[in-house]
Protein backbone atom coordinates (compact mmCIF):
# COMPACT_ATOMS: atom_id res chain seq x y z
CA UNK A 1 0.00 0.00 0.00
CA UNK A 2 1.97 3.02 -1.09
CA UNK A 3 -0.73 5.29 -0.75
CA UNK A 4 -2.33 7.75 -2.73
CA UNK A 5 -0.32 9.65 -5.25
CA UNK A 6 -1.14 12.79 -7.09
CA UNK A 7 1.22 14.53 -9.69
CA UNK A 8 2.29 16.78 -10.36
CA UNK A 9 2.67 18.36 -6.43
CA UNK A 10 2.74 22.21 -7.62
CA UNK A 11 1.82 23.60 -11.11
CA UNK A 12 2.13 27.52 -12.58
CA UNK A 13 0.46 28.22 -15.59
CA UNK A 14 -0.89 31.32 -17.34
CA UNK A 15 -4.19 32.19 -17.84
CA UNK A 16 -6.19 30.94 -20.84
CA UNK A 17 -3.82 27.50 -20.97
CA UNK A 18 -4.87 23.93 -20.01
CA UNK A 19 -3.73 21.62 -17.35
CA UNK A 20 -4.31 18.71 -16.38
CA UNK A 21 -3.65 16.56 -13.03
CA UNK A 22 -3.08 12.65 -12.49
CA UNK A 23 -4.18 10.59 -9.31
CA UNK A 24 -3.21 7.22 -8.83
CA UNK A 25 -5.35 5.68 -5.73
CA UNK A 26 -4.45 3.12 -3.62
CA UNK A 27 -4.78 0.16 -5.71
CA UNK A 28 -8.01 -2.06 -5.63
CA UNK A 29 -9.77 1.09 -4.47
CA UNK A 30 -13.08 1.26 -6.52
CA UNK A 31 -13.95 4.65 -5.05
CA UNK A 32 -12.23 7.75 -6.38
CA UNK A 33 -12.59 11.41 -5.62
CA UNK A 34 -11.40 14.64 -6.32
CA UNK A 35 -11.73 18.33 -3.97
CA UNK A 36 -10.48 21.37 -4.35
CA UNK A 37 -9.41 23.35 -1.39
CA UNK A 38 -8.64 27.44 -1.42
CA UNK A 39 -6.88 29.12 1.49
CA UNK A 40 -8.80 28.87 4.85
CA UNK A 41 -11.12 26.43 3.99
CA UNK A 42 -12.01 23.31 3.90
CA UNK A 43 -11.84 20.67 0.83
CA UNK A 44 -15.04 21.19 -1.33
CA UNK A 45 -16.07 18.45 -3.29
CA UNK A 46 -15.99 18.33 -7.03
CA UNK A 47 -16.67 14.84 -8.80
CA UNK A 48 -16.49 11.13 -7.86
CA UNK A 49 -16.23 8.03 -9.09
CA UNK A 50 -16.98 4.09 -8.74
CA UNK A 51 -14.49 1.89 -10.98
CA UNK A 52 -14.74 3.99 -14.49
CA UNK A 53 -18.66 5.44 -13.64
CA UNK A 54 -18.66 8.95 -13.05
CA UNK A 55 -21.48 9.23 -10.42
CA UNK A 56 -21.78 12.67 -9.21
CA UNK A 57 -20.38 15.81 -10.21
CA UNK A 58 -20.53 19.44 -8.27
CA UNK A 59 -22.26 22.42 -9.54
CA UNK A 60 -18.75 23.69 -9.02
CA UNK A 61 -17.50 21.37 -11.89
CA UNK A 62 -17.72 24.27 -14.41
CA UNK A 63 -18.04 22.93 -18.41
CA UNK A 64 -13.79 23.77 -18.10
CA UNK A 65 -13.76 21.05 -15.99
CA UNK A 66 -13.60 17.40 -16.98
CA UNK A 67 -12.28 14.17 -15.35
CA UNK A 68 -11.63 10.36 -16.19
CA UNK A 69 -10.46 7.29 -14.95
CA UNK A 70 -10.21 5.06 -17.68
CA UNK A 71 -10.12 0.59 -16.69
CA UNK A 72 -11.13 2.12 -12.82
CA UNK A 73 -7.63 2.57 -12.21
CA UNK A 74 -5.84 6.31 -12.25
CA UNK A 75 -7.62 9.39 -12.93
CA UNK A 76 -7.01 12.59 -14.37
CA UNK A 77 -8.98 16.32 -14.18
CA UNK A 78 -8.35 18.81 -16.77
CA UNK A 79 -9.14 22.14 -16.79
CA UNK A 80 -9.62 23.91 -19.85
CA UNK A 81 -8.93 27.73 -20.40
CA UNK A 82 -7.93 28.60 -16.95
CA UNK A 83 -8.83 31.57 -14.71
CA UNK A 84 -6.87 32.95 -11.82
CA UNK A 85 -9.73 31.94 -9.46
CA UNK A 86 -8.99 28.00 -10.59
CA UNK A 87 -6.05 28.83 -8.41
CA UNK A 88 -6.09 26.18 -5.78
CA UNK A 89 -5.05 23.19 -4.03
CA UNK A 90 -6.58 19.67 -6.21
CA UNK A 91 -7.06 16.89 -3.62
CA UNK A 92 -7.97 13.61 -4.81
CA UNK A 93 -9.24 10.88 -2.46
CA UNK A 94 -9.81 7.13 -3.00
CA UNK A 95 -11.96 4.56 -0.71
CA UNK A 96 -12.76 1.10 -1.28
CA UNK A 97 -16.45 1.52 -1.13
CA UNK A 98 -17.00 -1.22 1.46
CA UNK A 99 -18.46 0.79 4.04
CA UNK A 100 -21.03 3.33 2.03
CA UNK A 101 -21.63 6.79 3.87
CA UNK A 102 -18.55 5.95 6.38
CA UNK A 103 -16.03 4.80 4.02
CA UNK A 104 -12.48 6.10 5.08
CA UNK A 105 -10.80 8.47 2.38
CA UNK A 106 -7.28 8.04 1.74
CA UNK A 107 -5.91 11.76 0.39
CA UNK A 108 -3.44 12.16 -1.59
CA UNK A 109 -0.93 15.47 -1.09
CA UNK A 110 -2.48 17.40 -3.47
CA UNK A 111 -1.63 19.23 -7.10
CA UNK A 112 -1.38 23.25 -5.99
CA UNK A 113 -2.63 25.21 -8.81
CA UNK A 114 -1.24 28.72 -9.57
CA UNK A 115 -2.69 30.54 -12.06
CA UNK A 116 -0.93 33.95 -13.69
CA UNK B 1 -28.66 19.60 3.48
CA UNK B 2 -25.70 19.15 5.98
CA UNK B 3 -22.92 21.17 7.08
CA UNK B 4 -20.63 21.56 9.75
CA UNK B 5 -19.48 24.53 11.77
CA UNK B 6 -15.88 25.01 13.41
CA UNK B 7 -16.27 27.54 15.74
CA UNK B 8 -12.45 29.18 16.06
CA UNK B 9 -10.98 29.61 13.09
CA UNK B 10 -7.36 29.44 15.11
CA UNK B 11 -7.20 27.68 18.72
CA UNK B 12 -3.63 27.87 20.62
CA UNK B 13 -2.53 25.55 23.51
CA UNK B 14 -0.08 25.04 25.68
CA UNK B 15 2.11 21.64 25.32
CA UNK B 16 0.78 19.51 28.08
CA UNK B 17 -2.76 21.39 28.12
CA UNK B 18 -6.00 20.25 26.76
CA UNK B 19 -6.92 20.28 23.40
CA UNK B 20 -10.70 21.32 22.65
CA UNK B 21 -11.71 21.59 18.96
CA UNK B 22 -15.18 22.61 18.44
CA UNK B 23 -17.53 21.01 15.48
CA UNK B 24 -21.26 21.58 15.13
CA UNK B 25 -22.98 20.12 12.61
CA UNK B 26 -26.60 20.39 10.47
CA UNK B 27 -27.94 17.37 8.85
CA UNK B 28 -31.66 16.38 8.13
CA UNK B 29 -31.44 12.74 8.83
CA UNK B 30 -28.68 10.75 11.13
CA UNK B 31 -25.15 11.82 10.76
CA UNK B 32 -22.21 10.64 10.15
CA UNK B 33 -18.91 12.72 11.15
CA UNK B 34 -15.68 12.50 10.58
CA UNK B 35 -12.94 14.58 12.11
CA UNK B 36 -9.44 14.57 10.02
CA UNK B 37 -6.23 16.13 10.20
CA UNK B 38 -3.65 18.17 7.87
CA UNK B 39 -0.30 18.41 7.89
CA UNK B 40 1.51 20.81 6.40
CA UNK B 41 2.34 19.83 2.45
CA UNK B 42 0.88 16.59 3.78
CA UNK B 43 -2.75 15.45 2.36
CA UNK B 44 -5.90 14.86 4.88
CA UNK B 45 -5.56 11.71 7.53
CA UNK B 46 -8.66 10.23 9.22
CA UNK B 47 -8.34 11.25 13.13
CA UNK B 48 -11.88 9.29 13.96
CA UNK B 49 -15.44 8.59 12.82
CA UNK B 50 -18.78 8.29 14.49
CA UNK B 51 -21.28 5.80 13.17
CA UNK B 52 -23.62 5.53 15.37
CA UNK B 53 -22.20 3.11 17.23
CA UNK B 54 -20.47 4.45 20.53
CA UNK B 55 -21.13 7.96 21.36
CA UNK B 56 -17.33 8.06 22.33
CA UNK B 57 -15.22 7.80 19.96
CA UNK B 58 -11.49 7.10 19.87
CA UNK B 59 -9.03 8.07 17.40
CA UNK B 60 -5.63 7.79 16.65
CA UNK B 61 -2.84 10.25 18.46
CA UNK B 62 -4.69 10.01 21.60
CA UNK B 63 -7.63 11.90 20.04
CA UNK B 64 -11.83 11.42 20.92
CA UNK B 65 -14.62 12.86 19.85
CA UNK B 66 -18.13 12.67 21.38
CA UNK B 67 -21.15 12.67 19.75
CA UNK B 68 -24.10 14.93 21.00
CA UNK B 69 -27.45 14.99 19.32
CA UNK B 70 -28.87 17.40 21.93
CA UNK B 71 -26.03 19.63 20.98
CA UNK B 72 -25.75 18.88 17.56
CA UNK B 73 -21.59 18.73 18.25
CA UNK B 74 -19.02 16.69 17.76
CA UNK B 75 -15.53 17.92 19.54
CA UNK B 76 -12.69 16.45 19.23
CA UNK B 77 -10.60 16.66 22.54
CA UNK B 78 -7.12 15.38 23.52
CA UNK B 79 -5.89 15.51 27.02
CA UNK B 80 -2.48 16.57 26.92
CA UNK B 81 -0.98 18.40 23.29
CA UNK B 82 2.21 17.83 22.21
CA UNK B 83 4.32 20.11 20.02
CA UNK B 84 3.56 17.41 16.75
CA UNK B 85 -0.52 18.04 17.40
CA UNK B 86 0.15 21.52 15.75
CA UNK B 87 -1.64 20.78 11.83
CA UNK B 88 -5.28 21.71 10.50
CA UNK B 89 -8.15 19.70 11.52
CA UNK B 90 -11.14 19.39 9.44
CA UNK B 91 -15.25 17.86 10.59
CA UNK B 92 -16.96 16.39 8.27
CA UNK B 93 -20.33 15.19 7.96
CA UNK B 94 -21.75 13.06 5.36
CA UNK B 95 -25.56 11.47 6.04
CA UNK B 96 -26.99 8.07 6.69
CA UNK B 97 -28.87 8.48 3.84
CA UNK B 98 -26.13 6.99 1.48
CA UNK B 99 -24.47 9.68 -0.19
CA UNK B 100 -20.52 9.06 -0.08
CA UNK B 101 -19.74 12.62 -0.19
CA UNK B 102 -18.87 14.26 3.01
CA UNK B 103 -19.58 18.39 3.70
CA UNK B 104 -16.00 19.76 5.07
CA UNK B 105 -16.19 22.12 7.68
CA UNK B 106 -13.61 25.56 7.37
CA UNK B 107 -10.85 24.10 9.73
CA UNK B 108 -9.10 24.82 12.65
CA UNK B 109 -5.44 25.89 13.31
CA UNK B 110 -4.07 24.16 16.16
CA UNK B 111 -1.12 25.88 17.66
CA UNK B 112 0.84 24.53 20.20
CA UNK B 113 3.32 26.95 22.25
CA UNK B 114 5.87 25.44 24.13
Known amino acids: DTGVSQDPRHKITKRGQNVTFRCDPI?????LYWYRQTLGQGPEFLTY????????KSRLLSDRFSAERPKGSFSTLEIQRTEQGDSAMYLC??????????????FGPGTRLTVL | AQSVTQLGSHVSVSEGALVLLRCNYS??????LFWYVQYPNQGLQLLLK??????LVKGINGFEAEFKKSETSFHLTKPSAHMSDAAEYFC????????????FGRGTSLIVHP
Open chain 2, 50 to 55: YTSAAT
Open chain 1, 27 to 31: SEHNR
Open chain 2, 92 to 103: AVSDAGGSYIPT
Open chain 2, 27 to 32: SSVPPY
Open chain 1, 49 to 56: FQNEAQLE
Open chain 1, 93 to 106: ASSSGGQGATDTQY
